[in-house]
């Protein structure tokens, strides 16, 4: 099956600094690539959406210059979390969409990455 | 605004019996609906997707049925075995594939 990695899978950053997260499909092309939060005991929470060449759709009550997402290529996007704290420590994980399958909306995640903002 | 709930308790089950889980949703009328399994650390992994259009859809021990007009989606995994034991994550999407997950149900299978 398709495989989407993400670097790193875990980091710990000092209050104040910003964090790059990499979300990566390594055997397909995708068309979009969304990014979710998702806290202890709770469910995923979408952030954004992103497609290739054009910026981010953030969802409600997310704040879009303090999470960067750049999606430069049809197999990389990035979310930079920017002057990080506590309160965004959190599990992030990516999925992509492959192209072509028409009406096929299957995802595939990345593994997560563990940010822990001291 | 939209909701979806899953079986909000942990469901413990003895191995080789069926667990079925149970995800209902509010003010949303989805053109799919996914199941994930998800482990401790790690990302959701894809099991099944059904359209709106299907009652039902099977994938070796797993089963999933869903009801537009009761608004409620089941999943079953048959011959339950310990190896089953993670966490189910139901999710509604969209044409242009935003999904919205439920909270999802911690299965516990004992041998």
């Known amino acids: 099956g398709a495989v989407v990695s993400q670097h790193p899978s875990w980091v710990i950053c000092k209050s104040g600094t910003s964090v790059k997260i990499e979300c990566r499909s390594l055997?397909?092309?995708?068309?979009?690539m969304f990014w979710y939060r998702q806290f202890p005991k709770q469910s995923l929470m979408l952030m954004a959406t992103s497609n290739e060449g054009s910026k981010a759709t953030y969802e409600q009550g997310v704040e879009k210059d303090k999470f960067l997402i750049n999606h430069a290529s049809l197999t990389l996007s990035t979310l930079t979390v920017t002057s990080a704290h506590p309160e965004d420590s959190s599990f992030y994980i990516c999925?992509?969409?492959?192209?072509?399958?028409?009406?096929?909306?299957?995802?595939?995640f990345g593994p997560g990455t563990r940010l822990t903002v001291t | 605004s939209q909701k979806i709930e899953q079986n909000s308790e942990a469901l413990n089950i003895q191995e080789g019996k069926t667990a079925t889980l149970t995800c209902n949703y509010t003010?949303?009328?989805?053109?799919?609906l996914q199941w994930y399994r998800q482990d401790p650390g790690r990302g959701p992994v894809f099991l099944l997707l059904?359209?709106?259009?299907?009652k039902e859809k099977r994938k070796e021990r797993l089963k999933v049925t869903f009801d537009t007009t009761l608004k409620q989606s089941l999943f079953h995994i048959t011959a339950s075995q310990p190896a089953d034991s993670a966490t189910y994550l139901c999710a509604l999407g969209d044409q242009g594939g935003k999904l919205i997950f439920g909270q999802g149900t911690e299965l516990s299978v004992k041998p």
């Open positions: 059904i359209r709106e259009n299907e």
């Open positions: 999925s992509a969409m492959e192209i072509g399958t028409s009406g096929s909306y299957e995802q595939y």
């Open positions: 055997d397909f092309q995708a068309t979009t």
């Open positions: 003010n949303y009328s989805p053109a799919y």
